[in-house]
């Protein structure tokens, strides 16, 4: 499974962007994607998630500003971002997971630089 993310870039606080995420390969057996983050000198984090079967996911944080959505007949997964807050500060990674013989895989894209900043 190959992922694109497009859509960061450099926002004022109280602003707004979109990410996008575009799958390909063997796209068959993804069963939720999602987008996760990480800020300087942290940790990898979840933003959020979802089904294939539409069920999403968000960190506490998160909720009430981001919206994820998900088009698995076109292989994309989008991230809605409003009320961005400087430390929503982060390259924004798109993953994939997937089920097959071998269990549970994930894949990552090459991440996306959110900077929030006035």
């Known amino acids: 499974v190959q992922l694109q993310a497009s859509g960061g870039g450099l926002v004022q606080p109280g602003g707004c962007l979109r990410l996008?995420?575009?799958?390909?390969?063997?796209?068959?057996?993804?069963?939720?994607m999602g987008w996760y983050r990480q800020a300087l000198g942290k940790q990898r984090e979840l933003v959020a998630s979802?089904?294939?079967?539409?069920?999403?996911n968000y960190a506490e944080s998160m909720k009430g500003r981001f919206t994820i959505s998900g088009d698995y007949a076109e292989n994309m997964v989008y991230l809605q971002m409003n009320s961005l807050k400087p430390e929503d500060t982060a390259v924004y990674y798109c993953?994939?997971?997937?089920?097959?013989?071998?269990?549970?895989?994930?894949?990552w894209g090459q991440g996306t630089q959110v900077t929030v900043s006035s």
């Open positions: 993953n994939a997971r997937t089920v097959g013989a071998s269990g549970l895989d994930d894949f």
């Open positions: 996008s995420c575009a799958a390909s390969g063997s796209i068959s057996n993804i069963f939720k």
């Open positions: 979802i089904t294939r079967g539409g069920s999403t």
